[in-house]
């Protein structure tokens, strides 16, 4: 199961296993999405399936679910989603009605996005083997003007933005599971980002350097995988991470780092340091946006690491997730 | 079982649910690929999941089939696969050996048909929720130069062109399930059509038009939807129908119908009158190509509908298929 958690085992799958055995067709660092030439014009495109349990949750299902994330990972890459294509594997005896929920669920999700759903296909495999759904999404996307989205161009000093609270989507879908003796009033932050990404694209593209959708894994892994990348040592200041209350309280009684937990509807973004300010009041100014704040900085040290700092002056590492403490989260 | 069967019923659901909710967003004519133009550019896109069982047989195996598959729906859409992008979702405990053999022929398949594999995602869930892994591939391609491949646009008077025997992968899955009692000495046809579609298309783009891989439904439920999209009647000559005699021996035995069979690498054209004998020429001199044939026409009567005749003068209507004598067939 590890290896379907987005952290050090994923990781290593897709290092060890993927990209050797495909090599010279991935791309040499790993994005949220591809940059493909066709016809001369330069695309994003990105895939992933949904297998997450329940189905429906506070806030989103899978379908919703399978749209949103599918057209995150193009934001984050700096395209903006023009298409996607849907697969399905349903479950033998699958209710109508519930696959009819998820349609609907997706094209609502779509015409939010501004996206087309342009295209699908359907399997059916014998009742026991699958679990009620499960939605393949793939998306193109158009590269939004004068944006470079890559860890390469990172560099000290370069502020880290996150778009708002954490842990809500992956602590929604644990307590969905109702395996656990306490409620909370949460719900997911399944939405997409697009428009929050392009509150600072439009302003300054120059200014982004990298932006990653911190959903499984969280946080914690997403920085991980940047500080890898550049070669460089992220911190980030522990006071500043918006956590709403309920998130807090459920990772402390079940002992998990709520910079673990998967998001849904945030993201990162490393910007230069002269953007940073006017970089947060743009996605403060916008509807969804108003809980961004700066949480940590680029420096040197520790390299290629994660360093947590506390306001009483205490740091730690953080690394990647490891193992899985909450499988199928998406 | 029959909703995923690519017959009546997977078209009553993609007609019944899918086109309505996402309406405006789906095509009108439902083809393999959809076609979207993003920067100006004309791309064709298609997404097809494959949960083959088993995952190896004669002649190939789920991996090869997920390259081979989607390529061929872009190739008979007229385009050339630029780019694939794959997502798994892997049960529990599946040996990565398994993994990575399937991994590498999908790297092996890519690289025969020209193609790269720019990303994907996994997902890992728990043993007994799939049956060791599915695959599902995104492809986008580029159409190829005067290409307009399009129901509407078929005469009377056109020919149906196959381009080689059918019903190899159907029969070879089956066998390869060992449920039945004799065994044939029998390959899935399994392969990327690209080069054949393409001997045609370079030389005569105008002439074609229209294409489908006879894959779930077999030959039968692809002239059932052409008949139906193009309003016409779709004559095919039963003499003409190219198949092996392990084919038709197992056809007999287990009371199928050939033409109901799925094939993985075959396809059907139909084209101009005049340009027949060239096209059916141009398939011949290309390998892999030799055992095309003539095996049809486009007349009049039966409106909306596939007539088959046999040498002796009989001839009967052929419908599409209804249940699924094959379930999990790709």
Redesign the interface.
């Known amino acids: 199961?590890?290896?379907?958690?987005g952290g050090k085992a994923?990781r290593k799958?897709?290092e060890g296993?993927?990209v050797p055995?495909?090599s010279?067709?991935?791309?040499k660092s790993l994005n949220d999405?591809?940059l493909?030439e066709?016809?001369?014009?330069?695309?994003a495109?990105?895939?992933?399936?949904?297998?997450v349990k329940p189905l429906t949750f506070p806030g989103g299902s899978i379908g919703e679910l399978a749209v949103n994330g599918t057209m995150n990972d193009l934001a984050v890459s700096g395209a903006i989603g023009?298409?996607l294509?849907?697969?399905?594997?349903?479950e033998?005896g699958l209710p109508?009605s519930v696959?009819?929920r998820e349609?609907?669920a997706?094209?609502d999700a779509?015409r939010r996005a501004g996206v087309?759903?342009?295209?699908?296909?359907?399997?059916?495999?014998?009742h026991?083997?699958?679990?009620n759904m499960?939605i393949?999404t793939?998306g193109?996307?158009?590269m939004m003007a004068g944006i470079h989205v890559d860890a390469a161009s990172v560099r000290k000093g370069d502020k880290v933005i996150l778009s708002g609270p954490i842990g809500d989507h992956g602590i929604t879908i644990l307590l969905a599971r109702g395996d656990l003796d306490f409620e909370a009033d949460l719900r997911s932050d399944t939405r997409c980002v697009l428009p929050l990404v392009q509150a600072i694209a439009s302003e300054m593209p120059e200014a982004i350097r990298w932006m990653r959708d911190p959903t499984r894994g969280g946080v914690a892994t997403s920085l991980n995988e940047l500080a890898r990348d550049c070669g460089l040592g992220i911190t980030v200041f522990e006071e500043q991470i918006p956590m709403r209350d309920e998130v807090r309280g459920a990772c402390e009684l079940l002992g998990l780092d709520p910079l673990h937990i998967a998001n849904e509807g945030q993201f990162l973004a490393v910007v230069a340091p002269d953007a940073a300010d006017r970089a947060l009041a743009a996605l403060r100014g916008t509807p969804g946006g108003e809980g961004a704040v700066i949480i940590g900085e680029v420096r040197e040290q520790p390299a290629s690491a994660v360093l947590i700092t506390t306001k009483y002056g205490g740091s730690r590492i953080i690394d990647m997730l490891v193992g899985d403490p909450l499988?199928?989260i998406c």
């Open positions: 199961m590890a290896h379907g958690a994923s799958l897709v296993l993927f055995i495909l010279g067709a991935l791309p999405a591809a493909v066709i016809n001369g014009a330069p695309l495109i990105t895939a992933d399936s949904f297998v023009k298409a294509v849907a697969t399905f594997v349903l033998e109508t696959l009819e349609v609907r997706m094209a779509a087309s759903i342009v295209g699908g296909d359907t399997k059916v495999v014998e026991g083997k699958a679990d499960y393949g793939t193109i996307g158009q499988p199928r």
